[in-house]
């Protein structure tokens, strides 16, 4: 059984990135601009990947890491090619 103080961590980092996540996508509604958009889109993917590595630790599944780590390259590749889309439309 896990201890009282590990449990409180994991809700308070649960808690924490949960807040993190809903402030970003308050900020990719309301962005003004497209490259704001685009930043809070991007750090959605890592509160997300977050979300999944916490929860890795949480059940001590070490497959879960695998998965954040494609998470994260699919993410680069989307914004490295959201990015150069937007600097030939200009």
Do not use: Q, W
């Not at 809903?22 to 900020?27: D, K, N, P, V």
């Not at 993917?45 to 699919?74: P, R, T, W």
């Not at 889309?85 to 200009?90: A, E, F």
């Amino acid at each position: 059984m896990e201890s009282t103080f590990e449990n409180t961590m994991i809700i308070l980092s649960f808690s924490a990135l949960l807040m993190a996540l809903l402030i970003t996508l308050y900020r990719l509604m309301r962005g003004p601009s497209s490259s704001d958009r685009i930043i809070a889109l991007d750090l959605v993917v890592s509160v997300v990947m977050g979300f999944i590595l916490l929860y890795s630790v949480l059940v001590s599944k070490e497959i879960y890491v695998d998965i954040a780590i494609v998470i994260s390259l699919i993410s680069f590749m989307g914004t490295i090619s959201i990015s150069i889309y937007l600097r030939h439309k200009k």
